[in-house]
Each structure stands twice: as structure tokens, then as C-alpha cells.
């Protein structure tokens, strides 16, 4: 299998290639030439598999330059009780009849970005041996909070590999910075930034594209890479659990063979929800994809009217992992419903580059109407939706997941599609506690993970190990920077 740039077709690279770059040169989404396709009989045999199982077969359909036993071993690595607190990785949650919750917070750090940043780290590390590459790979990453941990985790003491994280000063969650700064690892650095998520963002964007910087450091032996959801090794272990979801649901009776389920997923970075559309073109039984958004509703207004406009106030919400303007996998989905036409994708993206706008053809249009819905949830519709799932269900729900749960509300109220609807769950309630806390009712006593105990005393719920594990530990790291220093700071980490 190759993967092709999705602004140039005729570059193509193998898979190990397409992980190790990360982004093609052309500045596209390195994306699978043709998507594999299952059956009936290869959901069956996955019936009554483990989620590790489960993940080397479905990966192996687009990893071709990857053998099945390497995958597996990976997937024992990545999904095993020393790393997931739940032996099924992806547990499904019953909620009622016909509506299950998909969980994919059991891993090391409590949000759903493990479930491809516990698998990328061992795809990087074998594409360095594949692909004959003998320098060290550095990680660079910005983050809003979830992406950073998840990636130092899953790239801590991975030979040939270093990892530096930049997080915005004032704009992550007191949880987080305590799960970031605390990192234990010899090749991993953290560095607090003076400003928003938009100056870390653009500074990793410039330190990548600064011609002076990357000959300086490939004389030192090292190459710059992303853990970034624009990498297809982010993606492709994402695709799995949708699989697995549709496999949970027929083992359990839930549903017959060919049922057609439909998955509702809180979305920024648009990765997520494009794995479920990957298993979809598959084969897999879906129905409606259901995009959910916050505040930031640039997506919903996208999917109703083919017009993509970032020229709009930016919202800091209670589920800050979503506050997103440009969502940058909608390139690759842009690519298929195009039928695969790099020109036109192009023209997209030069016009968002130019005027943060475009308008899809109508055969898009068309597509993106037949697979998709688009709503939004706002703040409030967020503190509600974890108050009634909380005294309904005895659930407790993050506020990410609370806003796909209020979205698939809004989807059966509006469309009265009565077909069983997976929504994902995509981080910890523990991971925002004073929000959880507000909307159960409860004033926060304290700040950051003094409200653990809070939460949990409330709650009954257990909190999870290695969040508990934060009080007492150990900060690491405390350095601060400018925005412009940003480039010292990777120039230093890599001397
Ligand atoms: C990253 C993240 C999302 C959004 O996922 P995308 O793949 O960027 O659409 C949703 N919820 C949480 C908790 C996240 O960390």
C-alpha cells in the first residue's frame, strides 16, 4: 500500500515512510491510495478477539510494509495492564437500548490521544529501522494539553527518539500541567510558553520550516517530526476501535450482522471522526457519522452548507481540546469525496490559505450530506448534558464527551433516526474536575488535583492511577519562554 500527498498525487511514499515524515514535503496529508476493504466473516473472526488482536489485523490491511506479528507485538506494548486500566482498551458503556458510549480514556493519561500515541512511538521506531534511517528523531509538539502528555508518554526513553513539548503558559488545565511537568523520561523536555495555544502552535510551525534550523540539527544527527494527528500512524490506530466497537456490540447481542450503527464524536483536529469514516468506507456497517462540536461551530456551519470559514471569533471553552478553527484532516477528507483530485483539494486549501475560506463543489456537497451531521453544543447545553447523564445514568462524563452526548440529542430530536448510536467518550472526568464538579451541583474546594479527592468523594467513581499518582510527584521541568525563544529552546534540548 502507498500513501499519496493529497495536493500531489504522484508523490507517493511507503507506509513506514509516510510515519517516519509525518507531513508530506508539499505541505498535503500523506493519504492511503486505496482503502481495504472487510467483511462479514472478518468481523466475525474479530468477534470473539482481543482489542490487541483486533488492531493488528485491522492495521495490517494498510500497514502492508509491517508484518501481522510485529503489529501485534506493538499492540501488546501499547494496550497491555501495564499501560490501560481496562483490559478491553476500548470498553463499550450501555447507556440505554439503543445509545452505548465508546471509552477511550483507559490509558496512561486519561484521554483518548493514548489510543494512538501509545501505538505511533513503536510504528516510528520500527520505520527508522525499515526505512534505513540512522539519525534521532525530535518530536516537536504543541499542545492545548492532552496531546502533549499523551506524547511523552508513549515517546519517554524510545530509543532514537526525543521529544520536546511546548504548552501555552496559562491555557492548560491545572491536571495537565501537573501530568506534564512531573514527565519522568531521559529524552523528553517541556517548556511553558508566554501566550496562547496559536503562538506555541505557529512557533513549532516556523522551527519546522526554518531551513537554517533543520541543517543545523541534521549535522547534529537529528530529524524533526510530528506526533500531530496530520501522521497516518495517529490515524490508522484510531480506525480500530470503531471496528472494534461494531465487534463488542455483535459479541454482546446488541446487534445482528450487517446492522448498521452510527457513531457520534466530539471533534477539533477532525482525526477522530475521519477514522470512523476509514471504517466506514471499509465495509464496517455505519450509518451517520455525527460531528460534534462546541462552541467553535466552524464544522457544524461546514457540513450544512459546504462552506469552511475560519473568519470568526475563536471560543476558550470547558473543553478546551476542541477549541479549533482549522481542522487539518479535513484535508484528507476532502481528498476522497473528491474523488482522490489533488488539484481540486489544492484549490482549497490556497484559498483557506489566502481568505480562511472556501466552498466545496456540489458533488461534495452531496457526499458530505449523505455521511455526515454537524451540531454543536454550547457551554451550557455542556454543564447540563454532565448533570443529566450523571443523575440519569449515574454517568459521569467529561465535558468533551458531554458535548457529543448533547449533540446526539439534538441529531434524534431533529432527524427521529432511531438506529443504535455509538458516541465516543474521549477523556477522564478527572481531567476537568472543576467543571464536573460545577455542573454535578458541587463547589470546588481547592484547585487542581486537590479536587481529585473532591470529585471522587462525590462521586464514587475511582480516579484514575496515575492522575492519583500526581500529588507528591515530583515537578521536573519549569521552564518558561517567549514565543520567539521557542527556537533556542529546541536548538539547546538538541545540543
Ligand atoms: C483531541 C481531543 C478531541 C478532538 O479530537 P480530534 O481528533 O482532534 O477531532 C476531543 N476530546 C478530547 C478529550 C481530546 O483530547
Redesign the pocket.
Known amino acids: 500500500m502507498k500513501y499519496l500527498s493529497t495536493r500531489d498525487r504522484a508523490l507517493r511514499v511507503g507506509g513506514a515512510e509516510a510515519v517516519k515524515l509525518g507531513l508530506s514535503r508539499d505541505g498535503g496529508l500523506l493519504t492511503p491510495e486505496s482503502i481495504p476493504q472487510i467483511d462479514g466473516g472478518f468481523l466475525e473472526s474479530l468477534a470473539g478477539a482481543s482489542y490487541q488482536e483486533r488492531a493488528a489485523r485491522v492495521m495490517a490491511l494498510y500497514l502492508t510494509d509491517y508484518t501481522e506479528e510485529e503489529l501485534l507485538a506493538f499492540a501488546n506494548n501499547a494496550y497491555g495492564p501495564d499501560k490501560y486500566d481496562h483490559s478491553a482498551a476500548a470498553p463499550l458503556r450501555k447507556v440505554d437500548g439503543s445509545t452505548h458510549c465508546l471509552e477511550l480514556?483507559h490509558g496512561p493519561t486519561s484521554?483518548?490521544?493514548d489510543m494512538a500515541l501509545q501505538m505511533l512511538p513503536q510504528l516510528l521506531s520500527a520505520a527508522l529501522r525499515k526505512t534505513g534511517e540512522d539519525k534521532t528523531v525530535c518530536i516537536l509538539v504543541a499542545t492545548s494539553?492532552?496531546?502533549g502528555k499523551a506524547a511523552m508518554e508513549g515517546f519517554a526513553d524510545v530509543p532514537q527518539t526525543k521529544i520536546m513539548v511546548f504548552y501555552p503558559k496559562d491555557g492548560v488545565s491545572k491536571v495537565q500541567e501537573a501530568q506534564m511537568v512531573t514527565q519522568d523520561g531521559k529524552n523528553v523536555g517541556v517548556c511553558a510558553v508566554k501566550g496562547n495555544f496559536d503562538d506555541a502552535q505557529a512557533g513549532v510551525k516556523r522551527i519546522f520550516s526554518d531551513e537554517g534550523i533543520r541543517e543545523t540539527l541534521a549535522g547534529r544527527g537529528y530529524l524533526l517530526s510530528s506526533a500531530n494527528?496530520i501522521n497516518w500512524g495517529r490515524i490508522l490506530p484510531?480506525v480500530v476501535y470503531y471496528v472494534s466497537a461494531y465487534c463488542d456490540l455483535l459479541r454482546d447481542g446488541e446487534i445482528r450482522m450487517g446492522d448498521k450503527v452510527n457513531f457520534c464524536?466530539?471533534?477539533?483536529?477532525?482525526?477522530?471522526?475521519?477514522a470512523a469514516y476509514y471504517a466506514k468506507r471499509m465495509g464496517l456497517p455505519v450509518g451517520k457519522l455525527i460531528c460534534a462540536s462546541n462552541k467553535n461551530d466552524v464544522l457544524t456551519d461546514f457540513l450544512r452548507t459546504g462552506v469552511y470559514d475560519k473568519n470568526r471569533p475563536f471560543h476558550t471553552t470547558m473543553?478546551p481540546?476542541?477549541d479549533?478553527l482549522v481542522?487539518s484532516?479535513l484535508e484528507r477528507l476532502l481528498f476522497h469525496l473528491s474523488g482522490e483530485n489533488d488539484a481540486e483539494v489544492r484549490g482549497y486549501m490556497e484559498a483557506l490559505g489566502k481568505d480562511g475560506r472556501y466552498e466545496v463543489s456540489e458533488t461534495i456537497k452531496a457526499a458530505l450530506k449523505e455521511r455526515f451531521w454537524g451540531g454543536f453544543c454550547g457551554e451550557a447545553g455542556t454543564m447540563e448534558t454532565i448533570a443529566r447523564y450523571y443523575k440519569e445514568h449515574g454517568y459521569l462524563i467529561?465535558t468533551?464527551t458531554a458535548v457529543a452526548a448533547g449533540v446526539l440529542e439534538q441529531y434524534r430530536a431533529e432527524t427521529g433516526d432511531k438506529t443504535p448510536t455509538v458516541f465516543v467518550s474521549?477523556?477522564s472526568p478527572y481531567?476537568f474536575c472543576d467543571h464536573v464538579l460545577r455542573a454535578i451541583g458541587q463547589e470546588p474546594e481547592g484547585d487542581g488535583v486537590e479536587l481529585l479527592e473532591q470529585l471522587n468523594a462525590v462521586s464514587g467513581v475511582a480516579v484514575p492511577r496515575r492522575l492519583a499518582a500526581l500529588k507528591g510527584k515530583e515537578r521536573r521541568f519549569d521552564l518558561t519562554a517567549e514565543k520567539a525563544e521557542m527556537d533556542n529552546v529546541v536548538l539547546e534540548f538538541l545540543k
Open positions: 480514556w484521554a483518548f490521544k494539553g492532552d496531546t494527528s484510531q464524536v466530539p471533534t477539533g483536529n477532525f482525526g477522530d471522526i475521519l473543553s481540546s476542541m479549533i481542522s484532516n467529561d468533551h474521549t477523556a481531567k
